[in-house]
């Protein structure tokens, strides 16, 4: 049984046909499938198969596949990368069900244009970066907000091969939410030095991104 509903089904094959590129799902996960890693799986394998060849899926083992783990720097799984004509550096650490459905979705349609869609003053701020940044946006699949945030920080990421954008799902990970202190979401945590919480505008976001300069 499909986890994607027919009516959603229908209309993702429709978008797909629009795809400018071929996109890959790379997914890691583990013989003895975490709670969540068999739900992403089959979530990963509904969706490429409705898309014609245009999305493609790769599934590794975080134990035994190390020279991909090392490859993507993945640290924990369930993990998707979403990668096009190449890896942009968008991640998902976590089921992207619920609303985060939407992000994946998204981060697919960015990854196949290979155009992150950001303002022209954003691009011009990013180029002032000379070291790699990670964003890590904290998320529940229950949160109308978060996808924003997500969507955000992957479009930083397209546009910027110093950026790599996370999401991450709390409840799976309660070990990074217990050490960031994540009380709500979206939570943001840039290098481990700058946070902030809601989903902001696109300026306020990159203002507070360019705080690691600091």
Do not use: W
Request: aromatic letters at 8%.
């Amino acid at each position: 049984m499909s986890l994607i509903k027919k009516e959603q089904q229908k209309q993702l094959k429709e978008i797909f046909k629009k795809l400018s590129n071929n996109v890959k799902l790379i997914f890691f996960t583990q013989e003895m499938e975490c709670p969540f890693c068999k739900d992403t799986r089959e979530l990963l394998q509904d969706l490429s198969s409705l898309s014609d060849g245009k999305i493609s899926l790769e599934i590794y083992d975080f134990v035994n596949d190390k020279d991909k783990v090392d490859k993507y720097k993945i640290d924990k799984i369930p993990a998707v990368v979403v990668e096009g004509q190449k890896d942009y550096g968008i991640r998902f650490y976590g089921i992207p069900a619920g609303y985060e459905f939407t992000s994946l979705i998204n981060s697919i349609l960015i990854v196949s244009r290979g155009q992150s869609g950001l303002s022209d003053e954003t691009k011009e701020s990013l180029k002032k970066l000379k070291d790699p940044v990670k964003i890590q946006v904290f998320i529940t699949l229950t949160c109308p907000y978060c996808p924003k945030a997500v969507e955000m920080a992957h479009r930083l990421a397209v546009e910027s091969d110093l950026i790599t954008g996370e999401m991450i799902e709390s409840s799976e990970f309660p070990i990074l939410i217990q050490k960031y202190n994540v009380m709500s979401v979206p939570r943001v945590i840039i290098n481990d030095k700058v946070d902030f919480e809601g989903a902001l505008p696109e300026k306020d976001f990159v203002e507070n991104l360019m705080k690691v300069l600091d």
